[in-house]
């Protein structure tokens, strides 16, 4: 049996390089997975940015690296990805063994379009073996393969498999280790005079395409059988129910709001026992500690910082629960059928959907992805539009101030609720405000360059339950990496700098001056009421010591920064405090929620007690004491947060896949201007319509 196993091959033998080859969603990533395991080696091939993943089994005592290839439709190189499948399998990679065996992985349901990538393999001189994946989905259809037929006709074994369940892996690890001993198979014979049959008004490559399909039709022949599968007519009926430019968009737009609407009710109860756990803890520790330096780091910058993140995990986890449901039954794949025609209104191609879909989980998967983009201009504006896609990493910002400030009432239905709504309109802006850039790009500095795009829809099926909880797994997974270490080592640097330098002195009289102030202002008359409640809770020990650790932030380190951009943020309705949370977030914008944390529950006293929510309403503007969050602000700052590129990682991929240092400048620039203009008029049309 197949197992993950040592770096060292056995018995003086080198190990076998296996190489898996597949056209792109065929399973061939969960078959490296089910044949290798993990963990696995990750680099980029030599001279390019294509990733290279490498995994290491042993297999009746002789180990086997085996590398998963890009997926690729053919072997005649158009984009760097299939470039690098090609040098791969004829041995030109540096640093890696010319392969012993290829394993071309086949889907079982669509044997036919497959095995045109398998007659190209056939004729490399290389040991092969072909792997039919999906083979219980092909059997549920109606599809009957006779295998050891099939495997005579190609000269190389063929092993159905199912790689989430390992039905077929042993065998096809024995499969390969006899392939590797063995010689290649013969290539295809006869293409010559199948081509032939081609006439003159066609092109080489369309000659050798009919040529190599023809074959394939003669070795399928008594291979595969068909039965009609029960319900087909009934999936017919709904695949034309959801690719319907009208029906399949209402559909498209309900199942979002359905997604959002309930990431909202269902995680409630487990977000307020999370929010009530870090504040039992917060207490216990200061109730451990003398107050002093070490409790209020512990507290209120370690504490305050990834608690207020930490919240978020159970919307992210329905979040993406929602999403791997959707991509395994095969919705999705509808939705990019629906997609493709907006992506050509705006001058795109068909294929900038996926990376771009990528992009709604983390930009830099989606840009990568842009590599099967064979048109370098396309490739180019997908880059630039996917960091306007909503990651995951704003989601936690769109739900804080959502559920904080927008008023949670039904519109229209009692399960649709407001803040779902604005949740939606927030990925949706992202989206729109994608087209608009992309159609201004291709009608200026771009150009128009419409390619052709085929996409085949894939079988319904049931999500496997072990697939979408290990899809929430890693994603919750990588969001506590994130909260136990970027964010909680910003919030520590954010505390330092908002508490040091600490100047008691400066301190008593800045809180002097204060008092002055409003003691002028009484005197003076007009409207003392709100002069002389502030003046009475400076005489509170509460209010005095609230008043103190304001005016300690404000001679911070981090406060003289936070009043220095403060005239770039007060159009925007934000307060110094908010501007320094974005400029520290700016590494990553997950880290706000953890700097907000820090700076609002060091500032605002007894009013701030509870969860990050409860201290925004209770923070007030330093020199008016009026509330500094309101809804228009609330507006105001996600909206910056959906258009802006507020991600080093993702400025650093942005280079290195277009090769150039220019095109993350402007990203970063571009970006960050727009959504400074977009925040500003966000904020000035809800403050005119609500009030600020």
Same mark, same amino acid.
């Given at each position: 049996?197949?197992?993950? &196993?040592?770096?060292?091959?056995?018995?003086?033998?080198?190990?076998?390089?296996?190489?898996?080859?597949?056209? #792109?969603?065929?399973?061939?990533?969960?078959?490296?997975?089910? +044949?290798?395991?993990? #963990?696995?080696?990750?680099?980029?091939?030599?001279?390019?940015?294509?990733?290279?993943?490498?995994?290491?089994?042993?297999?009746?005592?002789?180990?086997?690296?085996?590398?998963? *290839?890009?997926?690729?439709?053919?072997?005649?190189?158009?984009?760097?990805?299939?470039?690098?499948? !090609?040098?791969?399998?004829?041995?030109?990679?540096?640093?890696?063994?010319?392969?012993?065996?290829?394993?071309?992985?086949?889907?079982?349901?669509?044997?036919?379009?497959?095995?045109?990538?398998?007659?190209?393999?056939?004729?490399?001189?290389?040991?092969?073996?072909?792997?039919?994946?999906?083979?219980?989905?092909?059997?549920?259809?109606?599809?009957?393969?006779?295998?050891?037929? /099939?495997?005579?006709?190609?000269?190389?074994?063929?092993?159905?498999?199912?790689?989430?369940?390992?039905?077929?892996?042993?065998?096809?690890?024995?499969?390969?280790?006899?392939?590797?001993?063995? #010689?290649?198979?013969?290539?295809?014979?006869?293409?010559?005079?199948?081509?032939?049959?081609?006439?003159?008004?066609?092109?080489?490559?369309?000659?050798?395409?009919?040529?190599?399909?023809?074959?394939?039709? =003669?070795?399928?022949?008594?291979?595969?059988?068909?039965?009609? %599968?029960?319900?087909?007519?009934?999936?017919?009926?709904?695949?034309?129910?959801?690719?319907?430019?009208? @029906?399949?968009?209402?559909?498209?737009?309900?199942?979002?709001?359905?997604?959002? @609407?309930?990431?909202?009710?269902?995680?409630?109860?487990?977000?307020?026992? $999370?929010?009530?756990?870090?504040?039992?803890?917060?207490?216990?520790?200061?109730?451990?500690?003398?107050?002093?330096?070490?409790?209020?780091?512990?507290?209120?910058?370690?504490?305050?910082?990834?608690?207020?993140?930490?919240?978020?995990?159970?919307?992210?986890?329905?979040?993406?629960?929602?999403?791997? /449901?959707?991509?395994?039954?095969?919705?999705?794949?509808?939705?990019?059928?629906?997609?493709?025609?907006?992506?050509?209104?705006?001058?795109?191609?068909?294929?900038?959907?996926?990376?771009?879909?990528? @992009?709604?989980?983390?930009?830099?998967?989606?840009?990568?992805?842009?590599? @099967?983009?064979?048109?370098? =201009?396309?490739?180019?504006?997908?880059?630039?539009?996917?960091?306007?896609?909503?990651?995951?990493? =704003?989601?936690?910002?769109?739900?804080?101030?959502?559920?904080?400030?927008?008023?949670?009432?039904?519109?229209? /239905?009692?399960?649709?609720?407001?803040?779902? /709504?604005? *949740?939606?309109?927030?990925?949706?802006?992202?989206?729109?405000?994608?087209? &608009?850039?992309?159609?201004?790009?291709?009608?200026?500095?771009?150009?128009?360059?419409?390619?052709?795009?085929?996409?085949?829809?894939?079988?319904?099926?049931?999500?496997? %339950?072990?697939?979408?909880?290990?899809?929430? &797994?890693?994603?919750?997974?990588?969001?506590?990496?994130?909260?136990?270490?970027?964010?909680?080592?910003?919030?520590?640097? $954010?505390?330092? +700098?908002?508490?040091?330098?600490?100047?008691?002195?400066?301190?008593?009289?800045?809180?002097?001056?204060? =008092?002055?102030?409003?003691?002028?202002?009484?005197?003076?008359?007009?409207?003392?009421?709100?002069?002389?409640?502030?003046?009475?809770?400076?005489?509170?020990?509460?209010?005095?010591?609230?008043?103190?650790?304001?005016?300690?932030?404000?001679?911070?380190?981090?406060?003289?920064?936070?009043?220095?951009?403060?005239?770039?943020?007060?159009?925007?309705?934000?307060?110094?405090?908010?501007?320094?949370?974005?400029?520290?977030?700016?590494?990553?914008?997950?880290?706000?929620?953890?700097?907000?944390?820090?700076?609002?529950? *060091?500032?605002?006293?007894?009013?701030?007690?509870?969860?990050?929510?409860?201290?925004?309403?209770?923070?007030?503007?330093?020199?008016?004491?009026?509330?500094?969050?309101?809804?228009?602000?609330?507006?105001? $700052?996600?909206?910056?947060?959906?258009?802006?590129?507020?991600?080093?990682?993702?400025?650093?991929?942005?280079?290195?896949?277009?090769?150039?240092?220019?095109? #993350?400048?402007?990203?970063?620039?571009?970006?960050? +201007?727009?959504?400074? !203009?977009?925040?500003?008029?966000?904020?000035?049309?809800?403050?005119?319509?609500?009030?600020?």
């Amino acid at each position: 049996m197949a197992s993950p &196993a040592s770096s060292v091959a056995g018995a003086g033998e080198t190990a076998l390089t296996v190489v898996l080859v597949g056209n #792109p969603n065929v399973g061939k990533s969960s078959l490296f997975t089910a +044949l290798a395991g993990v #963990p696995t080696r990750v680099g980029n091939y030599p001279g390019v940015t294509v990733e290279r993943k490498v995994g290491r089994f042993t297999h009746g005592g002789r180990a086997i690296d085996l590398v998963d *290839l890009p997926g690729v439709y053919g072997l005649v190189p158009r984009s760097p990805d299939e470039q690098a499948a !090609v040098d791969a399998l004829a041995g030109r990679v540096p640093g890696m063994a010319p392969p012993d065996c290829a394993v071309v992985v086949a889907d079982a349901t669509n044997l036919e379009r497959n095995l045109y990538l398998a007659s190209q393999v056939l004729g490399l001189g290389v040991p092969v073996v072909v792997a039919l994946t999906q083979s219980d989905v092909a059997t549920a259809e109606g599809i009957t393969i006779d295998h050891a037929l /099939l495997a005579a006709r190609l000269g190389c074994p063929v092993v159905p498999v199912v790689a989430p369940t390992r039905h077929g892996i042993p065998a096809l690890a024995s499969a390969i280790v006899a392939a590797a001993a063995g #010689p290649a198979p013969s290539p295809p014979g006869g293409l010559e005079a199948l081509a032939s049959t081609a006439g003159p008004e066609h092109s080489p490559a369309a000659r050798e395409a009919i040529a190599r399909y023809a074959w394939i039709e =003669r070795q399928l022949v008594g291979v595969v059988t068909r039965r009609p %599968p029960a319900g087909a007519a009934a999936t017919r009926r709904i695949d034309e129910l959801l690719t319907h430019p009208l @029906s399949g968009t209402l559909a498209f737009v309900l199942a979002m709001l359905a997604m959002f @609407s309930s990431i909202y009710w269902l995680a409630a109860p487990l977000m307020d026992g $999370i929010e009530a756990g870090v504040a039992a803890l917060g207490g216990a520790v200061r109730g451990l500690l003398p107050e002093g330096p070490i409790a209020s780091l512990l507290v209120d910058g370690i504490l305050a910082g990834a608690g207020s993140v930490v919240v978020f995990v159970p919307q992210i986890a329905l979040l993406f629960a929602f999403v791997a /449901l959707l991509e395994s039954s095969g919705y999705l794949a509808r939705a990019a059928f629906l997609m493709d025609r907006l992506l050509a209104g705006v001058g795109l191609s068909g294929r900038s959907f996926i990376p771009l879909l990528s @992009s709604f989980a983390c930009a830099i998967p989606g840009i990568m992805a842009t590599r @099967s983009i064979e048109n370098r =201009r396309d490739r180019l504006l997908t880059i630039m539009l996917a960091p306007l896609m909503s990651c995951s990493a =704003r989601l936690p910002v769109y739900l804080l101030f959502c559920g904080a400030f927008v008023p949670d009432r039904a519109v229209g /239905l009692p399960f649709i609720r407001l803040p779902a /709504l604005v *949740l939606l309109g927030l990925y949706a802006l992202g989206v729109v405000v994608a087209a &608009a850039v992309a159609w201004l790009l291709t009608q200026t500095v771009l150009g128009r360059s419409r390619q052709p795009f085929v996409m085949e829809l894939p079988r319904w099926r049931w999500p496997l %339950p072990g697939v979408v909880l290990r899809r929430v &797994a890693e994603a919750a997974g990588s969001f506590l990496h994130n909260a136990g270490t970027l964010i909680m080592a910003v919030s520590v640097v $954010i505390w330092a +700098l908002t508490t040091y330098p600490r100047d008691e002195a400066a301190i008593d009289a800045e809180v002097a001056a204060r =008092r002055g102030a409003l003691e002028r202002r009484i005197a003076a008359g007009g409207e003392p009421a709100a002069p002389a409640a502030e003046l009475a809770r400076l005489d509170t020990p509460a209010g005095l010591a609230a008043a103190r650790r304001g005016a300690a932030q404000r001679q911070s380190f981090l406060g003289r920064a936070g009043r220095l951009v403060e005239p770039l943020v007060r159009p925007l309705g934000w307060d110094w405090r908010i501007g320094c949370a974005v400029l520290a977030s700016f590494p990553a914008r997950e880290v706000v929620l953890g700097t907000l944390g820090v700076l609002y529950d *060091l500032g605002d006293g007894d009013d701030a007690e509870g969860g990050l929510a409860a201290r925004l309403h209770a923070a007030t503007w330093d020199d008016t004491g009026r509330p500094v969050f309101t809804l228009p602000v609330a507006l105001s $700052i996600m909206v910056f947060f959906a258009l802006c590129a507020q991600c080093a990682s993702t400025l650093v991929v942005i280079g290195r896949e277009t090769g150039s240092a220019v095109w #993350p400048v402007v990203s970063f620039l571009s970006m960050t +201007l727009l959504a400074w !203009v977009a925040a500003w008029l966000t904020f000035t049309v809800a403050s005119g319509l609500v009030g600020g």
